[in-house]
């Protein structure tokens, strides 16, 4: 009864902790004018709009300063090619490269297109919930992020993720992933995927708001999510997504 009262009491400072992470980011936002509670963000993806042009993934990189080497990613873009047998094939572009490889003679094709992939900031986060010192937190915008000062490279998130959104930065060695460019959106600019995106296929705005792009995308268009057996409530949804999609 002791140790279970030990650990019981360690989570609740934990969870303490968490909340105080959160609030002191809120308090560092509302400074520049910016108030998070007026706010609920999401994104929507039009399938048949994405080129696998791959720029969406070189501005995420450069804006955020992810490591080019090996080749990590905050978001990505996967090639999908079903054949006429039934079989689908996947694979990541990699914009390092200019040509899309075609691994598949065109007479065994039936379709291929292009998924754009990133963080879902889920409403019921399975990050957070496995995080043991609160560094990852949902904002009060909707917004999942990583304290990089509280995390400990435990890696549970990682493991925890049903997208595979994060990784283990090796600069910092603390969890990473799409903040939705939190640092531009809170001063009212969009995503850079978002913004660099010569086709519109990302669609970004503030749910809370009737006027917001991504209310219109809602409403013209019949939306679904990735894994929704999992009821993680994604606030990433895609129009146009084929069943094949994992």
């Given at each position: 009864m002791e140790r279970r009262n030990f650990f019981k009491k360690g989570m609740t400072l934990l969870t303490q902790l968490g909340v105080l992470s959160t609030f002191a980011k809120k308090a560092k936002a509302e400074t520049n004018g910016y108030d998070p509670s007026k706010h609920y963000y999401g994104m929507g993806i039009q399938v048949n709009k994405c080129i696998g042009c791959g720029k969406c993934m070189e501005a995420c990189k450069e804006e955020n300063g992810v490591p080019k080497e090996p080749f990590y990613f905050r978001t990505w873009v996967e090639r999908y090619i079903i054949k006429k047998d039934a079989e689908v094939i996947v694979q990541s572009i990699d914009p390092r490269i200019d040509r899309i490889g075609n691994s598949v003679p065109e007479n065994e094709m039936m379709r291929s297109f292009f998924v754009p992939k990133l963080c879902n900031h889920c409403d019921h986060p399975p990050c957070v919930q496995v995080c043991p010192v609160g560094a990852t937190f949902?904002?009060?915008d909707g917004v999942i992020l990583v304290d990089s000062d509280r995390c400990i490279g435990c890696r549970y998130c990682i493991q925890a993720c049903p997208y595979g959104a994060r990784y283990l930065n090796p600069v910092t060695s603390t969890a990473d992933k799409c903040t939705f460019c939190y640092h531009r959106i809170t001063?009212?600019?969009?995503?850079?995927?978002?913004?660099?995106?010569?086709?519109?296929?990302?669609?970004?705005?503030?749910?809370?708001?009737?006027?917001?792009p991504l209310t219109r995308f809602k409403r013209m268009f019949k939306l679904h999510v990735l894994k929704p057996s999992l009821n993680t409530d994604p606030k990433v949804q895609y129009a146009d997504l084929d069943g094949e999609v994992r």
């Open positions: 949902k904002t009060d001063k009212g600019m969009l995503p850079a995927c978002v913004e660099v995106c010569p086709t519109q296929a990302r669609i970004f705005g503030d749910i809370k708001s009737t006027a917001s």
